[in-house]
């Protein structure tokens, strides 16, 4: 995290970046690829951030870097039909290939405003370009500035309008990115999860289905999301104290996850609670069991 935190240079004050909701199911209309779409939300979060905190100006990143610190081969070409000039994320509204980027940006009236590279003088200029490639382009994040095509008048995009979105801290992506455990799919299916418990306090849901609702193999999200438990990013509470096969539809209860915050993170991984599974004798046990203590609460 220490070597990101330094590539990046990255202050405590740039943590704050929304996401549009939308995005989830956006990236599944579009991405046929199961494995690319936590890559494709990882990616444009970032480049949502380079852009909001003008990281620009003082560092020189193309794709090649962007797919290193998310944790590829910079040479790894099966996922640039995402993100080059008019792929994927281009074509979808999301992204927009620009030679022109901001150098800094101000907060005054509670208006953003970014000055750009052509704003400045012809000589500031030059000595910016000196280290680049006159083929130099970068992303700029188009549903950050607008998110209704029909209106591209009235910026309403994420810097400006926080509603339908959910609220990412850096220092998750940091904290992802920097384990091999995590990466973009445990920053994706955290993400989710969050934007999931901005709107209600825990999010009961069943395995298949969260799967379902990331567009995840089923396989993937289990790990992953294992991965998030054990590195305390996500508490998960079981709603019933066992689990069989046998038991029926409406007997069978969602898990409750909720995501956790940054500072209470762990480091290392640590033991979590599983659920019992048992066998269809040893449920039937229980059922008796049950009945019995039944029984003599109501006595």
């Not at 008019?86 to 800094?104: A, F, W």
């Not at 959910?166 to 455990?181: A, G, T, Y």
């Not at 909720?258 to 599983?274: A, G, H, M, N």
């Amino acid at each position: 995290m220490d070597e990101l935190i330094k590539q990046l240079q990255y202050d405590e004050k740039e943590s704050t970046i929304f996401i549009p909701n939308e995005i989830f199911t956006d990236l599944q209309n579009h991405i046929k690829k199961s494995n690319h779409i936590p890559f494709a939300y990882s990616y444009y979060y970032l480049v949502n951030w380079l852009y909001r905190y003008t990281k620009y100006g003082g560092l020189s990143i193309d794709n090649k870097t962007i797919k290193s610190i998310l944790g590829y081969n910079p040479t790894y070409t099966e996922i640039d039909y995402l993100i080059k000039k008019n792929g994927v994320l281009d074509l979808m509204g999301y992204c927009s290939t620009v030679k022109d980027y901001p150098i800094s940006w101000t907060f005054e009236d509670e208006i953003l405003e970014f000055v750009l590279l052509s704003d400045i003088e012809e000589e500031f200029q030059k000595l910016i370009k000196e280290s680049r490639s006159r083929k130099y382009t970068i992303k700029l994040p188009v549903k950050s500035f607008y998110r209704k095509e029909d209106n591209e008048d009235v910026m309403d995009g994420t810097y400006y309008e926080f509603d339908r979105t959910h609220l990412i801290p850096f220092e998750v992506f940091l904290f992802c990115m920097s384990n091999k455990e995590l990466g973009c799919s445990g920053f994706y299916l955290w993400s989710y999860l969050k934007m999931q418990n901005q709107m209600y306090s825990g999010y009961d849901i069943s395995l298949t289905d969260l799967a379902n609702e990331t567009g995840m193999t089923r396989r993937t999200m289990c790990t992953y999301l294992t991965n998030l438990r054990k590195y305390r990013m996500v508490d998960c509470y079981h709603n019933q104290e066992f689990f069989c096969t046998a038991l029926k539809e409406d007997e069978r209860k969602a898990n409750t996850y909720v995501t956790k915050e940054y500072d209470l993170f762990s480091d290392k991984p640590v033991d979590i609670k599983r659920i019992e599974i048992v066998g269809v004798d040893k449920y039937l046990e229980k059922l008796d069991n049950k009945a019995v203590y039944d029984v003599i609460d109501k006595w």
